[in-house]
């Protein structure tokens, strides 16, 4: 299977074809794909979705991905290695390990807030704009078009959560958003916050999580922190004790022995070994 690169921080590319097949591939990047204009059908990791106009995918790197035109088709790729990422401000960069953590890798436009698709649009549209035009201070501008777009896929995301049978959002999937969404609160996070939130008694709010994810909430909580570890260590240059203050660790030694028990290396090691890879 073929693996494609890039070799810049980030790649735009606006593209307009008909009867094309983009064979399955895999990325070393990530890859935003906006549909202007056509139909089609879209595959990430063997599952597959019709595409249309004003539809916005996301595909991470080692995500197997492809397209099959059906009708002319007007795409817009932005592309971005973790070089970019580690350029990124710490406000955009939680709302990137959001989407990395809580996005499911499936086929589907990720705007689902109506709202948001036109302005979605406009913002591709100027991307387009500075990227022909070649005027002054355009890498700029456009790194700005690209962190909003981020930001508002950011903010679509968390608000997909899976409905049940009868319409409404299910009781395990709000929990979790919740965690996620005030991770770096601690003080919303304990037990009496959580159990104000949704309405239940604080002396059940152990029992009530455990049966609706299936974990313990602390283990819940800890094992999540340790995935916005692995990120950290992965696509940004923060210090180990910049992420032991931010996440409500102790100290290094203690998220170290956390870190090692959950993947098996120390952090360090861990850095290493995505650097190498």
């Known amino acids: 299977m073929e693996i494609k690169n890039i070799y810049h921080p980030f790649e735009i590319e606006y593209l307009q074809v008909k009867d094309y097949v983009v ?7 990530f890859e935003m794909v906006f549909i202007l204009e056509g139909k089609g059908m879209q595959s990430i990791n063997k599952h597959t979705l019709p595409y249309k106009a004003d539809k916005l995918f996301l595909v991470f790197p ?18 971005f290695s973790d070089s970019f990422l580690k350029t990124q401000s710490k406000e955009l960069i939680r709302k990137l390990e959001f989407i990395f953590l809580n996005h499911n890798h499936l086929p589907g436009c990720v705007v689902h807030n109506r709202t948001d698709k036109p302005l979605i649009r406009a913002l591709v549209e100027a991307l387009i704009r500075e990227h022909v035009n070649q005027q002054p201070d355009r890498d700029d501008v456009i790194r700005h078009l690209i962190n909003t777009i981020i930001a508002i896929t950011a903010r679509n995301i968390t608000l997909m959560t899976p409905a049940a049978g009868n319409g409404k959002k299910t009781p395990s999937i709000e929990l979790l958003t919740y965690i996620h969404q005030n991770i770096y609160l601690p003080e919303q996070l304990k037990v009496e916050k959580i159990a104000a939130q949704f309405n239940i008694s604080p002396t059940y709010v152990g029992e009530y999580f455990k049966t609706q994810t299936g974990e313990s909430l602390q283990q819940y909580i800890m094992n999540y922190k340790m995935r916005l570890v692995e990120t950290r ?45």
């Open 23 to 29: 064979k399955e591939h895999k990325h070393t990047f």
């Open 233 to 277: 260590l992965q696509y940004t240059d923060m210090q180990v004790n910049e992420i032991v203050h931010e996440l409500g660790f102790t100290d290094a030694s203690h998220l170290g022995r956390l870190f090692s028990k959950y993947k098996g290396v120390s952090p360090s090691e861990f850095r290493k070994s995505v650097a190498r890879a």
């Open 62 to 79: 080692q995500d197997t991905h492809g397209f099959e035109v059906h009708k002319e088709t007007k795409f817009f790729f932005i592309r």
